[in-house]
């Protein structure tokens, strides 16, 4: 799943790419991908993509219409696309998109964005699940999806007196579903969660209420450092790169009896009805291997 550092890196992406250019069409090819539908995606078409945000895991690309005023500043009339790649989502950018639209079916693209002279990007969701959600608003906080996020983790307003906060009104919850919390923290998915935790020797269980003043402190530094980090290292990088370039750089995510980087101990997982999360137990378990199943409990 595209977590902060890499939407971030494909919103920095998209700046140095698609801002200034102009829709001259759009492929709605998967119905199941448009989540509203006034204003009309086809209502893009003409429009010239003025701006590219995010909000935590969303991207957000501004709409401006032509002849517009408003230079660098919100428009009234602005639309926007937000676009949620769920977990097997991504940005496929092109310099030579086909243009015969492309015919419905059971494959990846989900929707194509034509921005004039081949060039453009497709939005593909691996799988069958198709979760991948795309909205045009005329205020991204008209999106659910973003309305309900938590601070960013990477703003300047977010403080480790922020996470206290937040650790303290979670009570008994277990520190890696708050991580995963989009309510809570914006941005942290399964992945990071898993690095976050390796990176502060925390178990993915403890309770939030369990935190000493000094484990507290940790926990803050790894979330700003695992997450600056991967920023750094996607920064620059062309979109196909992004997920390789992450895979890359995991310390236990993902990587299930191979050895820790840090201590040499062996990664294990902990599987879940649709997803799994790994750790090491000697750097955050005190060696003890948790059950694995989903009410875990250090084994006895």
């Known amino acids: 799943m595209p977590e902060l550092p890499e939407v971030e890196a494909l919103a920095e992406f998209l700046r140095e790419e698609a801002v200034g250019r102009t829709v001259t069409r759009v492929d709605a090819v998967a119905i199941s991908a448009l989540k509203t539908f006034q204003p009309p995606i086809t209502d893009l078409a003409g429009r010239t993509i003025a701006a590219v945000g995010r909000y935590g895991k969303f991207l957000d690309l501004t ?108 009570g008994r919850a277990q520190l890696k579903g708050i991580l995963t919390d989009q309510a809570r923290i914006a941005g942290i998915g399964n992945a990071y969660s898993d ?27 790894a ?24 895979k890359t750089n995991l310390a236990v995510h993902g990587r299930t009896g191979q050895p820790c980087p840090v201590c040499g101990d062996t990664v294990r997982e902990v ?10 137990p000697t750097c955050q378990t005190g060696g003890k291997p948790l059950a694995d199943r989903r009410l875990s409990r250090l084994l006895k």
């Not at 976050?196 to 484990?215: C, D, Q, T, V, Y």
């Not at 980090?229 to 370039?245: I, M, Q, S, T, Y």
């Open 63 to 170: 709409m401006r219409a032509q002849g517009s005023t408003e230079g660098s500043a919100e428009s009234a009339d602005d639309l926007h696309l937000i676009v949620h790649l769920a977990r097997a989502g991504w940005l496929r950018w092109s310099t030579s998109l086909a243009e015969k639209p492309p015919r419905p079916g059971k494959g990846p693209l989900a929707v194509r964005v034509h921005l004039g002279d081949g060039v453009g990007f497709d939005l593909t969701e691996a799988g069958t699940q198709k979760r991948l959600a795309t909205y045009v608003v005329t205020d991204p906080a008209l999106v659910p999806g973003v309305s309900r996020l938590g601070p960013d983790p990477l703003a300047d307003e977010f403080t480790e007196q922020t996470l206290g906060d937040i650790l303290k009104a979670a």
């Open 195 to 221: 690095e976050i935790l390796h990176a502060a020797r925390l178990s993915p269980f403890k309770p939030a209420n369990g935190l000493s003043a000094a484990e507290t402190a940790t926990l803050y530094s």
């Open 223 to 246: 979330i700003r450092s695992v997450l600056t980090d991967a920023a750094v290292r996607a920064r620059g990088l062309a979109a196909k790169d992004l997920k390789a370039e992450k």
């Open 271 to 280: 599987s879940f009805a649709d997803s799994s999360l790994q750790y090491c």
